[in-house]
Structures are given as C-alpha cells and as structure tokens.
C-alpha cells in the first residue's frame, strides 16, 4: 500500500493521508498517539470512523479495492462527544446516509476528500464537534496534576507519547534507508536493543524487515525535533 500524504499546517488536523488496495489481506497497524478520521470506500460503500490512540501494532484487515482517507488530528484535539481517552485502542463508526452523507453530532455532513479536509476540519469546529485543548495550565498546578490533565486529553501518559512518536520516527528512518546505527543517537535510544523492543511492540516489524520493505504497515509519520511535542 503506497501512501499519499501532506502537511496541512493547521491546528486541528496536522496530516492528511490517502491510499488504496488491490486485493484483500492484512496489514499491521503501528502504534500511534493521535485520533484520525478515516473514511474508507469500497465498492461504492462509504464507511466513516474516528480511530483513537493505539498503544501497541496490532493486524488489521484490509478489504479488497477500497479507497481510504485519513485525517490526523493533533495531539490534543479530539471529536465531541468522543474524546480521546474513551477511545483509546478503540474506534467509533459514524452512521452513514442512503444519500452518501456522514452523521456526526446528530447533523449530516459530507464527507471529506483529499483536498478539502482542512475545511471539513474548520466546520466541524465552528459547530463546536472538534476542539483543541492545551495541555499545559496557565496555571502552575502539581506535577502530578498535569500527568492527570494529560492523560485525561491525549488518553495517554505524556511518556507513552514520546516513546510511541519515537517508534513511528524510527520505522520512518529504517524504510528511508538509514542504518540502526544512525537511528539509535539520532533519536535517543540506549542501543539497538532498546531500538528493537520499540519497533516489536509499537511498530510491529524489526529493523531489518523495514529497510527490506514490502510489509503492508499503515502509515507512519515523523516527529518535530522533540517527540510528543
């Protein structure tokens, strides 16, 4: 599965990504500390979930012909009355119309393409559906507190989003061809056994199966210079 993928810049949704099968099988699904919109179209059927954050690979079927849309929130924003937390290795599936259109927060939308998501994205927060929280007070609350404050928001402790979005960048670099050994300083880890327990339990490939290539894995997304951040 070959990937379609941009920035958007936006404060709601920071990446949109595209692709397509040809035949039915599986494919691993990495980790990853974000909620996306996916909007799947097989054979002319429309099928709309809001995927929460995974915390381990896990496999995960792919149908035969089918179109698929995502939409990466970021970390921080999530879809009322769906936040994050509830949904954590889960999903939710929106009804869909005999018109073709998606029900979210009991209104009919259409549904988002490639090029328009970033308006999808705005209009749903100008109904009040999808909002940003800031994981940090203005105030200066505990330590633990604010552990609390971001579990709460991202369903994740803000040490499973730095180890999680450090896989996803590792994996990135091992399918551009990097070696190991630029991974490892590059990136923070111990050695390449600290790097290879991260890939087996949030990517689900090892290193050297990722440089190959070949593997259906979904997509994988790099990191700003600090990861969680």
């Not at 179209?41 to 995974?54: A, F, I, N």
């Not at 800031?134 to 803000?158: D, K």
């Not at 050994?181 to 339990?201: I, K, N």
């Amino acid at each position: 599965m070959l990937f379609e993928h941009r920035d958007t810049g936006a404060s709601l949704v920071d990446r949109v990504w595209r692709t397509a099968s040809d035949g039915a099988g599986t494919m691993t699904s990495a980790a990853r500390t974000c909620c996306q919109l996916i909007v799947t179209r097989v054979r002319g059927h429309l099928h709309v979930s809001l995927r929460g954050p995974e915390t381990r690979a896990t496999t995960a079927p792919v149908p035969a012909d089918a179109e698929f849309l995502g939409m990466r929130l970021t970390l921080g924003t999530g879809l009322r009355p769906h936040p994050a937390a509830s949904i954590v290795d889960g999903a939710v599936s929106f009804p869909v119309t005999d018109r073709g259109r998606v029900v979210i927060g009991g209104a009919e939308w259409e549904a988002p393409t490639y090029e328009n998501a970033e308006q999808f994205a705005r209009r749903l927060q100008d109904a009040g559906l999808l909002v940003r929280s800031a994981l940090e007070s203005p105030r200066r609350p505990s330590r633990r507190t604010l552990q609390r404050r971001y579990r709460a928001i991202t369903g994740l402790s803000e040490t499973a989003v730095i180890q999680i979005d450090r896989a996803n960048a590792a994996a990135t670099m091992l399918r551009d061809g990097h070696d190991w050994r630029t991974v490892v300083p590059e990136l923070g880890y111990f050695d390449q056994a600290h790097l290879a327990h991260a890939l087996r339990r949030y990517v689900g490939h090892t290193a050297r199966g990722l440089r190959a290539g070949g593997n259906a894995l979904s997509f994988l997304y790099k990191i700003s210079p600090r990861p969680g951040s």
